[in-house]
């Protein structure tokens, strides 16, 4: 079910359209229960950290265990934005182990974000972001918003 859930919020979540005023309109997933048919829900606005970027660097420490087992790549997270900005819901979709799922998953709950907004409305978005973990530069870890 994740994986179908995934797929579909890949393709489908910076779907946009043109409302009539030139202001583009992105289709998002409305927050749902996990088991639950997904919902999209229109937007004027795409969420974003608070910091007003898709992407925050230093988002967590690289893992010892992960560092001496020589292990990199990309842990995949979804997750729930509130209205208020906060990240709820949070699980990994996929992972590499070694102590990063567990660092993905506090720089996501340690996060504070800019909700999605449909004409200044903040709204609450299922979201997916990726953490980025590689040796060749262990001291940022990259976490980023998944807009596509």
């Known amino acids: 079910m994740n994986k179908i859930l995934l797929l579909i919020f890949s393709l489908t979540f910076a779907i946009s359209c043109s409302n009539g005023n030139d202001e583009k309109v992105f289709e998002v997933m ?3 229960d996990r ?10 606005e795409k969420p974003i950290f608070s910091n007003g970027e ?17 292990i990199e790549g990309t ?12 990240a709820q819901d949070v699980y990994i979709s996929k992972g590499i182990g070694g102590g990063a799922d567990e660092t993905s998953l506090r720089a996501v709950q340690n996060s504070q974000f800019i909700p999605a907004t449909f004409k200044n409305e903040p709204l609450c978005t299922n979201t997916k972001a990726q953490a980025l973990f590689n040796l ?10 998944d807009t596509n």
């Open 75 to 86: 842990v995949e997270i979804i997750f729930q934005i509130t209205a208020t900005g906060e």
């Open 54 to 70: 898709f992407i925050k660097e230093n988002a967590g420490e690289y893992p010892e265990m992960a560092r001496r087992a020589e």
């Open 35 to 44: 088991e639950a048919p997904v919902e999209f829900i229109k937007a004027t």
């Open 30 to 32: 409305a927050c749902t």
């Open 136 to 145: 060749d530069n262990p001291e940022n870890v990259i976490l980023t918003l």
